[in-house]
């Protein structure tokens, strides 16, 4: 089955920087990579994805790429702010979403 | 805003009690998950449901059992709880076919066994 690793497991950077986290999978087949972002006491909320098409995806602050050749994503964001401070998780998705272990996030004012 | 609510959010309850976390969603999905969350953050799928009258273990085993008779219901049931039971228990669902796969979660009920 697919397995997701995830990388760090905890990210401190200062407000205005940029923070990049990384994930790899195992499953070849694996043909959608989406990025949940989970704010104390509440659940992951999807923030961004990328199907296996694509090798690059952007939103406003956040951005996604895909390498299907390595078999790795990262999730970009740029002018970090206080309010990006959460866990946030990779996920890879053949037939079953599987998730990496995340990554908890803190952006120093 | 996704439509899935998870009731209680909180509960502090004794040894030996049974318990029902409630989930339900009103978006018509077919699938539905319940996953544990420990205070690591990492996430155990621990149930999960293809419809109505389906359930399905998950990759981490659970003393804890589901059932799905409406296809907007998905409660999880602990018949004796244990303080080894104490964690965080997030609902999701998805649509069975979608094209994008997304997981809808609730808020996620945070139980602590005394």
């Known amino acids: 089955g697919e397995n997701v690793e995830q990388h760090p497991s905890t990210l401190s950077v200062q407000e205005g920087d940029s923070a990049v986290i990384k994930c790899t999978y195992s499953?070849?087949?694996?043909?959608?990579f989406p990025w949940y972002k989970q704010e104390l006491g509440k659940g992951p909320q999807l923030i961004i994805d990328?199907?296996?098409?694509?090798g690059e995806k952007k939103d406003q602050r956040i951005a996604v790429t895909l390498n299907k050749t390595a078999k790795h994503f990262s999730l970009h964001i740029t002018e970090t702010q206080p309010e990006d401070s959460a866990v946030y998780f990779c996920?890879?998705?053949?037939?079953?979403?599987?998730f990496g272990a995340g990554t908890r996030l803190t952006v120093k004012p | 805003e996704a439509d899935i609510y998870q009731t209680p959010r909180y509960l502090v309850i004794g040894t030996g009690k049974k318990i029902t976390l409630e989930c339900s969603q009103t978006?018509?999905?077919?699938?539905m998950y319940w996953y544990q969350q420990d205070p690591g953050m990492e996430l155990h799928l621990i149930h999960y449901?293809?419809?109505?009258?389906?359930?399905e273990k998950g990759d981490l085993s659970s003393e804890s059992t589901v059932s799905r008779i409406r296809t907007e219901h998905f409660p999880l049931t602990l018949e004796s709880a244990r303080p080894s039971h104490t964690s965080q228990y997030l609902c999701?669902?998805?649509?069975?076919?979608?094209?994008?796969?997304?997981?809808?979660f609730g808020e996620g009920s945070r139980l602590t066994v005394l």
């Open positions: 999701a669902s998805s649509e069975w076919t979608g094209p994008g796969g997304e997981l809808f």
């Open positions: 499953d070849s087949a694996s043909n959608y």
């Open positions: 990328i199907r296996s098409n694509v």
């Open positions: 996920a890879a998705k053949n037939n079953d979403m599987r």
């Open positions: 978006m018509g999905h077919d699938k």
């Open positions: 449901s293809y419809g109505v009258n389906s359930t």
